[in-house]
Structures are given as C-alpha cells and as structure tokens.
C-alpha cells in the first residue's frame, strides 16, 4: 500500500515519501551511505515501484543524514557481491532508462559510485557545503561505473581530467555554472528539490539523459596526449592515471562504445598489484583503531590542557601538533636559553608558512598564543596530558617521569615519546604506571602521519582509548605496539640497516645499496636515511644494544663513522658530500677511505652485488623481523605492520608496505630467498625464517590470511 501525501513507508534502507506528484527516495547506509548490494537493491525495487505509480509524475533521490552518498562499499570490490545484481550498473541504467524524470538531491558527501549515480539522474541540484568527487585514483583504480564517460560530458575534457586523477572532493559551488548542476539549493535542500520537482512536473523543464549529450572537446586527442606524457613522467609505477585518460579519450566514441572502454580497464586495474596494495592500505589504516580490550564504550579522559618537556627538533615539532590542534601547551625546557631555542623553532615553522602563503599572520599568533614557555615543572600541573621528549636514555627520562609523577594532577596522562627504550621500566619511576604509555612521534613529528602508540603491560585501557582519539584530533595515524626494544618500526630497520651495512663488507658502494632501495621505491635509500636523520642518536642506541644483546652480529662501519664524527648532514659530515639537490652524489673521500680500510681489515674477497639481491635483503629483513613481531604480540596484525612503514619510513605505497608486499611475492618464495642468503657471510642465523613465516609458506597461506583467521577468533570471542 503506497503512503499518502506527506506519510513514509520504508525498507531497510530506502525510505518512501510521496510530496504531492514526487516520490522521494531517501535512502541511508551509514555511515556514508555505501551503495553495498543491499542498498542498491533496495533502490532498484523503489524506483520501479515510483515508475509503477500513476500518481508519481518525478522520483528524487535523498541521502540520509546529511549525505547523498560516498561511493561503492569496497569491501566487494574483488567479490561476488560486486556483481551481484543490481550492480552499480544496473541501479544506474535503472535511474537513466526511467520514463519518469530523477532528480539528484546532493547534500554533504557525494563521492565515486554517488557521483556516478548522481550523473546517472536526469537532474541535480546541490547544497552549497556539498563536495562531489570520483577518489578511486586512490584505490588504484578509475570510475567504473560511467564516470569517465559522463563526466566529461558535463564539465568538459580539461576539468574532468582534473577532477579524476586529483581524485578530491570539489565543492559544488565549482559546479554551479556548468551542466553538472541544476542548480544549488539557496535554503533546505529537500524543499528545494521539491521545488524543481514541481517544475519537472510541469513540463517547464525538459529532462535529459548525460549519455545522450555529445563530448564538447574538438581537441580531445591532444589533451589527453598532453595528460597522458605527464602523468607517465610523474606515476611511472602507476598504471591508474594512464588508464582514467584512456577511458575519457573513450568518451570521444558512441556512450555505448567509450563505457566498455571503461568497464574493460577498471577489470585490469582492478586486479593490479598496484590496487590490491592501496587497497589493502586503505583498509589496514582504518584496521589499526581496533585494539583489544579497548570498545566504543571504553572511556576517554578529557585532553583539555598539554605539555611537552624537551624543546629541540622533536619535541617542538609535537607541540606544533597539539597547536595546530587548537589545544593550549606548556612547552618545558631545562633553562631559559634551551627554552627559547625551542619557541624559536615553533616560531620558524609558522613564520614560514606564512611565507609561502599556506597561513595567514592571524592564524599564525593564534596558534602561538596557545604555547606557554617554561621552566619549572610545576607549571604543568593543570596538564591533562605530558609527553617527554628529551635524550633517547633511560636514566633521563626515569628522572623526567619522577618529576612529572609529582606534579601532574591525579588521572593525567604520562607519555614518552621514546623510539626504543622499555616503557614499563620508564614507567617504574612513577607510582601510577597504569597512567604511562608510550607516543613515538615520526620527525619531523608536524608533518608526519604516524603514531607509534606503545602500550605498558599497566597501561590503563581508557589512557589507551584516549591516546587514540587524541591521535585523530592532532591527524595522526596510530598504531597499537607491545613493549620490546624499537617496538615495531625502529626493532626491524635495525635488520634492515644491518643488511645494508653487511652489504658494504660483501663489496657495495653505499650509492648501490641506496639506488637499489630507491629503485625499489623507498623515498630514500638506507644510508641517506641515515644520513639525514642524523648518526649520533643510533651510534648510543647500538651501544647500548650491544651490551644488552653481545650475541647480536653488527657491522662496525656505522661505529667507526661515528668515532670519525661523522654524525649526519645536520652536523654537516654525513656520509655522503651533497650539493643541493643532487641524487647522485658519492660518499665523501673521507668515508670511501675508511670503508677500504674496513675492508681491508676483514681480508675476504668482494662482490659485485646485483640490485634485486640488494632489494631482496634488505625488504626481506624488514620481513623475517616483523613476523618474528607478529608472534611475540608485539604487533596485533600484519596490516599495522604495514601501516606503520607506509607512513613512517617511505615504503612505496604502491608495494602496500613490507608484509603485503611478501603475501604478494608469496611467502614460499620468500622464506626459500631467506634460506639462500644464510650461505652469506654477516648474520647467518638472522636468515632462519621466522616460525611464523615458515608455517605460513608450509601451508600455502598469507599474513593476510593469518590476520583475518586472528580477526575471526576475536569476534567468536578466542573459539578456534
């Protein structure tokens, strides 16, 4: 029984309003309103029936809370609810084939399949705030659903372009001048698009179809040439962008022609290892956020006031952070010179800013009037939250958190940004350990996007929670670890390094080993890593490392180049004399003696070292280490192992970080390489797969299965 004027009927999904001669859809998914098989589904079956309706004269398709709609639930890309039918397709031919006239009512997000359903309908109108967009360049893929084909239609070749390789949400007002849009709603977007519905009605506004408009572009050819040259010389691992400007040269052709054109290269792409890996990134992001023992309904301490002891390179660098966030800091130092080094950092980066136009001067002295300088901890009283980040040593900090033991308030968080040292030993010199956890800031920690988020065998879970929901409001990603030495990042470079180090006793030059990694993708090979983050603070860390851990096989190139001073290009004697952007640039003189001095010390034969053998070491090591991580418990999933060196040490993106990038090669084939290099001189030992990976690759199995299998057993509460 249809409802009457003004009533609703509903489906699960789809809600039914009859406005006068109008059917309105609206229809909700949340939380962004995923056209998942069930929506569209839902969808098709309203729509036939608005068609079925004598009294229906125009359908208006609503988003609920505020959303038309985000796009495909890509959760089914790659399955077979993808396909199921009604597929994307489908709803969209249902919406464009309708004898009645459909009207897009696009309010909040109207992102990928939204937008292609939206162009699907025979009108749009928009809210002003609305932002329209096809992302699924960052998925690896192109629009598949039509979007190359109507797009360009709409707004032209040129912009279109645009719009799908930038792959960001445009706001509507954009849109305002072109076919794209009806119009934009100037008060309450429902009445709005009553209203036009009301004039579709009438007959005063004809109806069309996108598919049937003619391409507006004489120079099609050429502009897509252009495009296509640029984006080869800029994304030469990327085959989406190519693709997304092959599919709108395609819209030049009959609608029918360009959207097979389409529909065959989002097929190619869909099955891309380049896909698969952002894929795979953008749902080990969102994955990371679950922590056991941590629920919706645990609670979150208030993060009202923080502070910051230690004002050098790191430590201001999280200040800016809790600014850029709004949150008012206490910045401590040990002295007034120190402290005013520190402002002066904070200061510089802002002042540049303001340089280069990203902030205004305003801006910029409202965020600095958040900052209190000090240097009496008993300022910090009021702080809901203190991180330390001072010397990477044990006693120094112990003797920070005593201080802060005694002058934080009750239920204040204690954090310490240390990169390696024991959490729970640092957390002894307080007598509230359940309040510690660890923070390890990325440097420079304003720009980074990781979290390294370390929890204490007493870390409270609502100090965890919090320090979660704290990560998103300063715009981190954070990532839950165990207590052990590096934790998860910092405890496989160290393998990583040491390969590259055992590597120069085999015979190569650091610029091999380098171009190896680069070549691979890393945004920078081991020893400019090294070089630009800095000696010192790792010579002290191996040291201590090699006291704790004397078992423990270490090249000692890195140590001599210490005890030469060679600290980094921020002490100006790194390894490598560098001009001002050159890639190519050799160790200096001084560097390439010693190395031969090495050499000639251990008096064994060298090599040359073949790139791939070079990659294969040192990706391999991050490999064997992080499930070594896995079993331990140090890491809670491979995909935050994954998370971690995407955002945190340059991994390429497109490989999907050093575990997705093993399941890709197959771990079989992995841990056979592993066995091969236990014949080469350095650590032997180290190339034992990890029992981990050696039972994966037994069974034929991936760290994406063995995280899936650890996902199940915690939903059916730990039953095998």
Known sequence: MLAGKGETTGMAHVDWSLEGSAAVLTFGNPPVNSLAHAVRAELVAAIDRAIADRAVRVIVLVGANRTFSAGADIREFGSARMTRSPNLHQLIDAVESSPK???????????????????????????????????????????????????????????????????????????????????????????????????????????????????????????????????????????????????????????EEGAKVEQRLFLQLLESPQSRALRHAFFAERTASRVPGVTDATPVREIARAAVVGGGTMGSGIAICFLNAGIPLTLLEADEAALARGVERIAGVYDAQVRKGRMQAAERDQRMSLLTPSVSYDTLSMADIAIEAVFEDMEVKKTVFAQLDRVLKPGAILATNTSTLDVNRIATGTRRPQDVVGTHFFSPANLMRLLEVVRGDATAPDVLATVLKLSRTLRKIAVVAGVCDGFIGNRMIEQYLRQALFMLEEGASPQQVDAAAEAFGFAMGPFRMSDLAGNDIGWHIRKRRAAERPAMKYSKLADKLCEMQRFGQKTGAGWYDYAPGDRNARPSGVVAEMIAAHLRELGRATRQLEPAEIADRLVYALVNEGARLLEEGIALRASDIDVVYLNGYGFPVWRGGPMCYADQVGLYEVARRMRQFAGLPGDPQFWTPAPLLQRLAERGDSFASADQSAADRAQSGGRS
Do not use: W
Request: glycine share 10%; hydrophobic share 50%.
């Open 101 to 255: 006239p459909v009207i897009a009512a696009i309010d909040g997000m109207c992102l990928g399949g939204g937008l292609e359903l939206a162009l699907g309908c025979h009108f749009r109108i928009a809210s002003p705030d609305a932002r329209l967009g096809l992302p699924e360049i960052k998925l690896g893929l192109l629009p598949g659903a039509g979007g190359t084909q109507r797009l360009p239609r709409l707004v032209g070749v040129e912009a279109a372009i645009n719009v799908i390789l930038s792959g960001e949400p445009v706001p509507a007002t954009a849109f305002a001048k072109t076919p794209l849009l009806d119009a934009l709603a100037s008060g309450e977007l429902r009445a709005a698009a009553i209203e036009l519905a009301q004039k579709v009605a009438a007959g005063s506004t004809p109806a069309r179809r996108v598919r049937d408009i003619a391409l507006p572009e004489p120079d099609l050819a050429a502009l897509c040439d252009f495009a296509r040259n640029a984006v080869q010389a800029k994304f030469p691992q990327y085959p989406a962008p190519v693709a997304c400007i092959d599919a709108i040269e395609a819209a030049g052709q009959r609608f």
